[in-house]
């Protein structure tokens, strides 16, 4: 098996749990009771993503991990009835296709760009996701972002700690209260997005598929005006065929060299190699991004870059947003398993 | 008015001194070799001073220039100007309110937010090529938690207007109950720092402020607690800070300013749990430029007898 390391915990967990004790002998140690009729059936988790969620669905499921076993799918592919991804590992046909008995993915992710709906439609598998309660974080690191970009606080922390203010003053930065804010999508996360910048006195507008005139923000019908309108252009939007690349050189060229660019939604929004160019030409005026097109690949020529921030992909990596989106994949997985209505589910 | 003499304490901004140099004698205090010289030869000509945030003037500097009629700060804070003695010899004394609120509120929220959320760690862990072989951990959320804001004024004010964007129920201490903003007040710092998650300093230095922020306050706040600071450094008891940080006692920090710029306590520098900027939170093309604008506006004022704009003293 190919064993992949993620977070230190996981690390911790998945050794010590997992490769030295079967799965089947670890329900010993938990004292808590499984309801009868689910810890016979076999959640398929795609890859480390948290471990309370691991254990949470250790208590109540007999949870297979696909990146310790992934041989361990022959063996069990007639007993995984759900299987849990994530904003990296979903569920595509090929996955789909191999696990007969499936009847639900519940991803611990608002996007669901890596699973396969088409196919999910075709043969009733159900999908959910966990909207809402990371929409507030994720609208606080685009703010994060904003202010980290137009501000240099990164350059500024790494200025005071280098020691280099013994020797003068950091250059003079740019404010970000007043600019005008673009956002590309106004869903749960643009308009919590919007609301934040509006305490900045920032005039928002928005490109969405259907205006929205109750919010009172300024609509564009197309992303190339939206971004010429706009001092600072967020991606807020799901992915999907359509937006793949939303944001391209015109797109660019449009927002220029005075504007920046905030990414919070997937890297395949941007055209990636198109916004490297962009930025190391001098025609964008920067970029501020928590996702990239080959995560956790992030083109090197960003690196020695002052005018661009650089995330791993943390938009709802806190602890009690994680903690939330695990509550919501278990409760929606047992849901469906009491013959219950799913709390949020997408297909 | 080219024979006016305008005394600039140190090295500010360029636009400032070039439209400076423009009207009057600019006397440029940092590149004088000998400065009690200096002040000898040119005591009497001198009728302006320029300080700012870092340099202003003091009981024996005004003493010395008995020609002096106005100080103009490049700073909102005059915590380095002797005000009293200002008072006592009817010189007068200009700041920049009002054009640096928006900056200085912006970098509260952007410390609270790099602090939480460690954007500068992350941003650091992904140009290290880290990302490649795990995750990073896992921060702590912002939107929704208790700010405690020491000091109502417009920077305050301002930030308290940018943290209920984030729906976070606000508190504060002043000295004033402001009955009217619907936020919670504390009587003492102390109660402030244990009801409050993030705790920010947003007052002006004075003899009553220094140390605001002390051992007490820090304990009250706590290990879950985060401290930041956009006012002086002198607000906080910086040594009993770093003991607080580096004994996990205070969960945390985001500084802008410190009592000894540009020195920073170098215990700081091996923490992730701080955020460290070079006092920059009115440094933006935008904000400096008005802020210039200002200075010259109260000197032109001044000078040709009509009333000054943004007067302290």
Redesign the interface.
Known sequence: FTFY????QD?LSSSLCHLVYPTHLLANFFPFEKLESMESIGVLMMCPMSSYLENELQKRFNPVRFWNFPVFLETHRNSIRAVVGNASTGADAELIDGLPKLEIISSFSVGIDKIDLGKCKEKGIRVTNTPDVLT??V???A???I??LL????E??????SRK??YG??Q???????KSVGILGLGRIGTAIA???????CPVSYYSRRVKPDLGYKYYPTVVELAQNSDILVVACPLTDETRHIVNRHVMDALGAKGVLINIGRGPHVDEQELVNALTEGRLGGAALDVFEQ????PEEL?PLENV??????GS??????NAMADLVVANLEAHFAGKSLLTPVV
């Open positions: 390391p993620r977070r230190a690390t507030e974080d609208a606080d690191l703010i994060g972002l202010l980290a501000r240099r606080l990164c500024c922390d790494r200025y005071v700690r203010w013994e003053d950091f003079l930065a740019t404010k970000f209260s007043g609301k934040r910048a509006e305490a900045f006195s995560e956790p690949h992030v690196f921030v650089l995330l791993p992909h943390v990596s806190t602890v009690e947003t994680e």
